[in-house]
């Protein structure tokens, strides 16, 4: 039986033919090299786990934040905290989660957060209750330090680095780890999430 097809289909058939299998992968490693590059930072600034080969230093930034415009930073990256009193480098990296890929994938799972605070231009009240997270359900959870972690002094001095861990029990999925320092004025946003799969 004859074919229906009209040449001006079959050409335009061939045309897409043309771009053959391979054509996805390439453009989806451009999208992703386009969007690493618009990211914003240091390569000393990235989360340790990312590849360096892929790493922009030239754009990636720390993100300034103040209690009038608090920063929204990725996990593992630095927000630069500029108050009246202080200003501080602060980096929340995590969570780190007891394991991944098991067999059974719970609901919720235990949550190790680091925090880095240095560059210090003035004393920095320190307290792990001033830490907090939000999850996607709009949850509140307040962070306690790891079982055996020392205390942080409650002072940050000008010249000191300081890092501590924090733990909550959280939901899977997404959320946003926040630092407080007078107890209510959020200045910087850590987005992250909890994954055990």
């Known amino acids: 039986m004859p074919s ?3 040449a001006e289909s079959v050409q335009g058939r061939n045309r897409f033919r043309a771009f053959g299998p391979g054509t996805g992968c390439v453009l989806a490693v451009l999208l992703v090299a386009v969007l690493v590059a618009g990211c914003g930072g240091s390569t000393s600034a990235y989360p340790s786990f990312l590849p360096k080969k892929t790493l922009a230093p030239q754009v990636d930034a720390a993100l300034v934040g103040t209690e009038a415009r608090p ?12 108050t009246t009193r202080f200003d501080v480098r602060v980096v929340v990296s995590g969570p780190v989660v007891p394991g991944e890929g098991l067999p059974v994938q719970q609901a919720a799972t235990t949550c190790t957060w680091t925090v880095t605070m240095d560059h210090a231009t003035a004393d920095v009240p320190v307290s792990a209750a001033d830490f907090h997270s939000v999850d ?11 079982p055996g972690e020392q205390t942080p002094p409650p002072v940050l001095h000008p010249g000191q680095t300081l890092t501590f861990r924090l733990r909550a029990y959280e939901l899977t999925g997404e ?4 630092w407080a320092p007078d107890h209510e004025h959020v200045v910087g946003n850590w987005d992250y999430t909890v994954e055990n799969d």
Not at 71 to 82: F, R, S, T, W, Y
Request: aromatic share 4%.
């Open 4 to 6: 229906t097809h009209s």
């Open 71 to 82: 920063a929204l930073q990725v996990e593992g990256l630095p927000v630069d905290v500029h």
């Open 136 to 146: 996607h359900l709009g949850s509140v959870f307040l962070m306690g330090l790891v």
């Open 175 to 178: 959320g946003m780890m926040q």
